[in-house]
């Protein structure tokens, strides 16, 4: 991954292609799961869903009230829930969640970004 800073992108973009572990964007490629915000694309350790902690989301939380309305959270190869308190910590910010696996994760994540929604995304590697 082309990195400005430690794995991370800036600016907003498309999910071009995903699988094989990993995901191209940008005109990139990166091998494992990333962070899609408005902001730019982190790359993250979570190597499966039950990975995504606090800190696996703390450049979302960091971002201002109100940059994200929607998480989509792209589980993997089969939808997997994110755990119950970092979806209430999600919640009482406004940010609501819609998990999937990363495939339609990524289809929607797209759609969304092409609606110029207030929308990010963990996408778990496939």
């Known amino acids: 991954m082309a990195e400005h800073g430690q794995g991370f992108v800036p600016g907003r973009h498309r999910i071009e292609a995903y699988g094989g572990g990993g995901f191209r964007f940008a005109d990139m490629s990166h091998r494992g799961s990333l962070l899609a915000l408005p902001s730019g694309v982190h790359a993250i350790d979570a190597a499966e869903a039950a ?45 609501m969640v819609e998990a999937m696996a990363t495939g339609p ?10 609606e110029d929604r207030r929308v990010a995304a963990v996408l778990i590697a496939v």
Request: glycine fraction near 10%.
């Open 51 to 95: 990975a995504v902690t606090e800190g696996t989301l703390a450049p979302l939380l960091a971002e201002p009230p109100g940059t994200v309305e929607l998480l989509i959270f792209g589980a993997g190869a089969n939808l997997r829930p994110l755990g119950a308190a970092l979806h209430a910590r999600l919640r009482a910010r406004g940010i």
């Open 105 to 114: 994760a990524v289809r929607t994540y797209n759609m969304l970004v092409d």
